[in-house]
């Protein structure tokens, strides 16, 4: 059983893992979730989080996995990076609109 200061050390190696796809996926990608977020809105987001979901539906309940380079943890780790790329667009959002009022 995993103690709590290892689940803590854990949870700060899947961060520096989840920075490293993220910075690797921008690049590959032109920022391509940023650009649709400013476009789309929140609703973007909502959108490849919930085709992730779909998956991690998918894969947990017996569906054969065809895409051999994403797992149930792949799928995992893109939609919390997902989630977070979502909170900094929205901080993006917000700052944007306080320097409106200045």
Known sequence: MMKN???FD????LCEELNE???AKNIAY???FGKTFQELGVI?????MYDKFNRIKALSTGAEN???DESLKD????MANYCLMTLIELE??????SEDVE
């Open 5 to 7: 200061n290892n689940k």
């Open 10 to 13: 854990r949870h700060k190696q």
């Open 21 to 23: 796809v993220y910075k």
């Open 30 to 32: 032109g920022d391509s």
């Open 44 to 48: 973007s987001a909502v959108t490849r």
């Open 66 to 68: 065809k895409v051999m």
């Open 75 to 78: 799928t995992f780790k893109d």
């Open 92 to 97: 993006i959002q917000e700052q944007r609109g």
